[in-house]
């Protein structure tokens, strides 16, 4: 069984592609494949991915009509032969010992998680995230730390087994933003053993023109609506979750957090209408009130929320 499968959806990122595919084939760490799904480009980033393909034996392609990111990743997963998977965004790109330092570190866990280091697309600007690295413990207890610093915490910057991705039938929601979102908090939280480690390997290349940063206003109105969307989703899941320690109602505190702080990016208009399907949903209700400072958080948003938006990290 070849032990590590990197998922790598494309989409007309042909300025960065090369780039992307490089760091993963010279990858000091040799037994793995490179599972690349284009997703309907139409710039250059096919004739790439034909050039690579017929050069490394590790490289599997498929070609398929644009569906979105989500169903890249799902249809990238459903081809994947290693023991473990990797999602790699193809306008990024990772150190080539990633393999090597992840292989010391793996054992037998279900989630591993490495740092990240942030980047404009000139490689100036560079932040090591440096988060609390952690030794195997349950998927609920290590929701706990990762959510610390995270509302949304993005699927490529951890490794999952590939059984226990497939045993339990995990999918990313087609046609959203923030399908991460709707996903990665429940694959930590359901985790038999989850580990982190210091290691900083995965580089996120912040661009303009990217999903994330589209400075679109119709697009970024779509996102805190997918985003709501992917809550309701989110919710569903909390009802398979076993209550440990109250660590469940901590699991509802951060889905509920997270769609409230999203408010934030909405205009008065947009926002009026958001804040009115959140209280349809009863998200307010989901907050953690187990200290002062979270009382005094939740009272604030309850009573005016534009203020808390402003105060509030």
């Not at 780039?19 to 710039?43: A, H, M, Y």
């Not at 599997?60 to 989500?70: W, Y």
Request: aromatic content about 14%; glycine content about 4%; charged content about 35%.
């Amino acid at each position: 069984m070849i032990k590590y499968s990197f998922v790598v959806p494309v989409y007309n990122t042909s300025k960065y592609l090369k780039k992307c595919l490089d760091s993963l084939v010279k990858q000091t760490f040799k037994d793995f494949e490179v599972i690349i799904v284009n997703d309907g480009s139409t710039d250059k980033s096919k004739d790439i991915i034909l050039k690579y393909e017929s050069k490394y034996d590790s490289i599997k392609v498929i070609n398929q009509e644009n569906q979105g990111l989500s169903m890249a990743r799902n249809n990238g997963v459903k081809k994947a032969s290693g023991k473990y998977i990797i999602f790699i965004d193809s306008d990024d790109y990772v150190e080539k010992d990633l393999l090597k330092q992840i292989d010391k570190e793996i054992e037998d866990v279900d989630v591993l998680r490495y740092q990240v280091i942030t980047e404009d697309e000139k490689e100036e600007n560079k932040k090591t995230y440096n988060e609390e690295a952690f030794d195997i413990m349950k998927g609920y207890d290590a929701f706990k730390y990762i959510a610390n610093y995270h509302f949304v915490e993005p699927a490529w910057c951890y490794v999952y087994k590939t059984q226990y991705y497939k045993d339990n039938k995990f999918n990313f929601k087609k046609d959203v933003y923030h399908e991460d979102f709707g996903l990665i908090p429940y694959v930590i939280y359901k985790a038999r053993k989850v580990k982190s480690i210091s290691y900083a390997g995965y580089h996120y290349v912040t661009r303009k023109g990217s999903i994330m940063n589209n400075s679109d206003y119709k697009k970024t109105v779509k996102k805190a609506f997918d985003m709501l969307e992917q809550y309701k989703t989110m919710r569903l899941f909390a009802k398979n979750i076993n209550r440990r320690n109250n660590l469940d109602d901590y699991y509802l505190s951060y889905i509920s957090n997270s769609v409230i702080v999203k408010a934030r990016e909405l205009k008065k208009e947009e926002r009026k209408i958001y804040v009115r399907e959140l209280k349809k949903l009863n998200v307010f209700d989901g907050v953690l009130v187990d200290t002062k400072v979270r009382k005094l958080k939740k009272a604030l948003m309850k009573f005016n929320l534009g203020l808390y938006l402003k105060v509030a990290k």
